[in-house]
């Protein structure tokens, strides 16, 4: 993606407009250091300043992180620019770690992407100004600057959790970029006093509006007994990482645009992945002004977006996870599916000890794949056909670990996970929803989605009609779902004698 022109960008910087933060980075040439645009230093000369389209591609020409506006700390808005999915996909799996480690390549991570590793490397130039490389690597500094900066960790496990492969390398790199030690950039006041049994207390931005109260409303609405639970404003749940276990805690700082993130694992090498888990599942790289401006211009949706500013679509934690909650709320009610849910913990999941949660109700992490699939019963009383498409399920992500990434267009998605017993064009459009975030799925059939769509209407509306309305929705779809189900919710209380607060 090209950024905008420099005029615009500088009259952004001047102005200190928060609409282009995680946007846009300038680069001042007479200091050397890049910022973002609501840095509050004062503004460098027109002729000093150069503007990039990723915080990689300022890295690349030589400028070093500011330690006023920190760049690591802008809203993570990379995967919402520009028109590449590949790019968004790629962003995702690097996130996670798929760029990490000596076996890690980007010939891999374009395999896994089903393209060319010149055409990933190209469509990175063209969208971010960087290479897959320069972005990984830039990720794991500002990560690491992150930790630093807010945690009282130590700098070993630092370098460790950031995907540095020695504590030497991690030096030498923040010694080249910032002159001078690692340990020298933290802050004795700023930083959050922590023991290691406390948990690592985290950041992350998101860009403003953020409908908290709907997105926390959700998941008290869909917590599993046992793994999850939402309690004075918080999401707590218990979580499962390469056979290690541990819980996360969420919070929202409404004053800082940021939620809090507690986490308490043992395996630092996992924190980026449970950070990029977190903002998945709660979406807060969403670009909302631009999703909202485009999906606010159609007459059906118009009042529930002025209503409802900020309106999340979340994610699920975990792939598998979602894909058996769809499997088992297939035409059932989210009350009896959360229950079923419950049970199926109960009766396969892992006992977690009392050290690795702080709340006495999260007992369990969810089972895994491979337990569900060699499980000699699954039980919960389901019918048969519902018996089989959840070992269907469990089976199909035991021979194929990378089932719920994001390969291929939303058809091809949908396709192949259609192939799956059990699995028709709703569960497969949820699943792309919610666990591989394609943010065009659109379960046109979901009945919460035809009433609510008829309650704004005024009239009743088939799957055939909402489907080919949506068409002006693309490539939003999901955030008008999520706007059409908060109608339905809103109607049913309404005929109930109630009032929902939207």
């Known amino acids: 993606m090209k950024t905008p022109d420099k005029d615009v960008c500088y009259r952004a910087l001047q102005s200190r407009d928060a609409r282009f933060d995680g946007l ?49 700390t802008a809203p993570d808005m990379a995967s919402w620019r520009g028109t590449s999915n590949t790019v968004s996909r790629a962003l995702s799996l690097i996130a996670e770690g798929a760029l990490d480690g000596d076996a890690a390549s980007v010939e891999k991570l374009a395999g896994r992407l089903g393209v060319g590793e010149r055409q990933l490397r190209r469509l990175f130039l063209q969208h971010l100004g960087a290479s897959p490389i320069s972005v990984a690597q830039t990720r794991r500094v500002l990560f690491a600057k992150q930790l630093i900066h807010e945690t009282q ?42 023991a290691r049994e406390a948990g690592v207390a985290l950041r992350i931005r998101y860009r403003p509006p953020y409908d908290w109260e709907s ?26 990482i390469g056979g290690a276990t541990g819980s996360i805690e969420v919070c929202h700082l409404p004053e800082q645009q940021s939620l809090g993130v507690t986490i308490r694992f043992p395996n630092v090498k996992s924190l980026p992945v449970i950070v990029a888990r977190v903002r998945r599942q709660f979406d807060t790289g969403a670009d909302i002004e631009t999703i909202e401006a485009h999906l606010g211009s159609d007459s059906l949706l118009g009042s529930l ?44 999941g892992k006992p977690v000890s009392k050290g690795e949660v702080k709340r006495p109700g999260l007992t369990h992490v969810f089972p895994t794949a491979k337990r569900l699939a060699t499980a000699e019963s699954i039980g919960l009383g389901l019918p048969d056909a519902r018996r089989q498409a959840l070992r269907a399920i469990a089976e199909a992500v035991v021979a194929d670990p990378n089932l719920f990434n994001p390969l291929g267009t939303l058809e091809e998605i949908v396709e192949r996970l259609k192939v799956i017993r059990g699995v028709g064009e709703w569960t497969a459009h949820y699943i792309a929803m919610r666990a591989i975030r394609e943010m065009d799925a659109f379960p046109s059939s979901d009945i919460g989605l035809l009433r609510g769509a008829a309650a704004i209407a005024g009239e009743r509306v088939d799957a055939a009609s909402l489907l080919c309305r949506a068409e002006t929705w693309r490539p939003w779809r999901a955030y008008a779902a999520q706007h059409l189900w908060g109608a339905d919710a809103a109607a049913t209380l309404m005929k109930n004698g109630l009032r929902l607060q939207i």
């Open 215 to 240: 997105i926390l409303g959700f998941f008290a609405a869909r917590a599993i007994p046992g793994v999850e639970a939402v309690e004075d404003g918080r999401y707590l749940r218990t979580v499962e």
């Open 305 to 348: 977006i002025r209503r409802r500013r900020g309106l999340r679509a979340p994610g699920g934690w975990d792939g598998f996870e979602l894909a058996i909650r769809a499997i088992l709320g297939q035409q059932i009610s989210v009350v009896a599916a959360r229950r079923l849910a419950g049970e199926l913990v109960a009766l396969h």
């Open 153 to 194: 960790m130590a700098m070993a496990d630092i370098a460790s959790a950031a995907g540095f492969g020695s504590v030497r390398r991690f030096n030498e790199t923040f010694q080249s970029l910032f002159h001078r030690p690692p340990h020298a950039l933290r802050r004795k006041a700023s930083a959050i006093s922590e």
């Open 24 to 72: 846009i980075y300038v680069g001042v040439t007479s200091t050397g250091i890049y910022c973002r645009p609501v840095c509050p230093a004062r503004t460098a000369k027109f002729e000093n300043c150069r503007f990039f389209a990723s915080a990689a591609a300022a890295q690349d020409a030589g400028f070093r992180p500011c330690l006023r506006c920190r760049p690591e």
